[in-house]
């Protein structure tokens, strides 16, 4: 596609449950990131994959984050038994993965844990 | 510890005025440096970027200044207009490694008419 895109725009969940938060990349970026953005703060870094291998997952908060990328483009990011302090807007990101390139933001989940 | 700083979490600008923005950060291996724009329920867009081989970099109407020395970076709005008004994030990244963009909190722009 022409851009990043994220499913779905928002999700409101119940406390405890599972939830899925699907990102799809612009086409032939080999890198991808996630991020949220609590209320009120900046963009916390989650994980990074560089084709469908994550070298990095040091933000991700605790064992009940996990996340996933096949063929080399869409990813997968799942938070099991959801906590109220989860709620965030999840942002996805993709970039060519050199050192000087840009990364494109999609327009981000905005997950509501009640 | 926040590697990149931006300490004024809000601004307000009269439209026609120049609006500084800025960034400091604490990691010297840190060599890209890259301005987004937000604006509400949408994802950050890409806006100006520097390479640490470069004090100034300028595209129309935003330029970003680099000091390296002090470890900071300020992004240029002239002439503001009320369009530029969202939050204004900084990031910072190693060319080498993984490239992951360290943002700062975010300065939220108002630009009055």
């Known amino acids: 596609g022409a851009g990043v895109s994220q499913s779905p725009s928002n999700k409101v969940t119940e406390k405890g449950k599972d939830v899925e938060l699907r990102c799809d990349p612009i086409?032939?970026?080999?890198?991808l990131y996630w991020y949220r953005q609590r209320l009120g703060q900046g963009l916390e870094f989650l994980i990074y994959?560089?084709?469908?291998?994550?070298?990095?997952k040091s933000g991700l908060p605790s064992d009940r984050f996990s996340a996933e990328r096949t063929g080399e483009s869409v990813s997968t990011l799942t938070i099991q038994r959801t906590q109220q302090e989860d709620s965030a807007v999840y942002l996805c990101?993709?970039?060519?993965?050199?050192?000087?390139?840009?990364?494109?933001f999609g327009q981000g989940t905005r997950l509501t844990v009640v | 510890d926040q590697q990149v700083k931006q300490n004024s979490p809000s601004l307000s600008v009269q439209e026609g005025r120049i609006s500084i923005l800025n960034c400091d950060y604490t990691?010297?291996?840190?060599?890209?440096f890259l301005w987004y724009k937000k604006y509400p329920a949408e994802g950050p867009t890409f806006l100006i970027s520097?390479?640490?081989?470069?004090d100034k970099n300028e595209d129309g109407r935003f330029t970003v200044f680099l000091n390296k020395s002090a470890k900071h970076l300020s992004l240029h709005i002239v002439p503001s207009q009320p369009g530029d008004s969202a939050v204004y994030f900084c990031?910072?990244?190693?060319?080498?490694?993984?490239?992951?963009?360290?943002f700062g909190r975010g300065t939220s722009l108002i630009v009055h008419p």
């Open positions: 086409s032939g970026h080999t890198a």
């Open positions: 990691n010297s291996m840190f060599d890209y």
């Open positions: 990031a910072a990244k190693t060319s080498g490694g993984s490239y992951i963009p360290t």
């Open positions: 990101a993709s970039s060519r993965g050199q050192g000087s390139a840009e990364a494109f």
């Open positions: 994959f560089q084709g469908n291998s994550a070298p990095d």
């Open positions: 520097i390479s640490s081989i470069k």
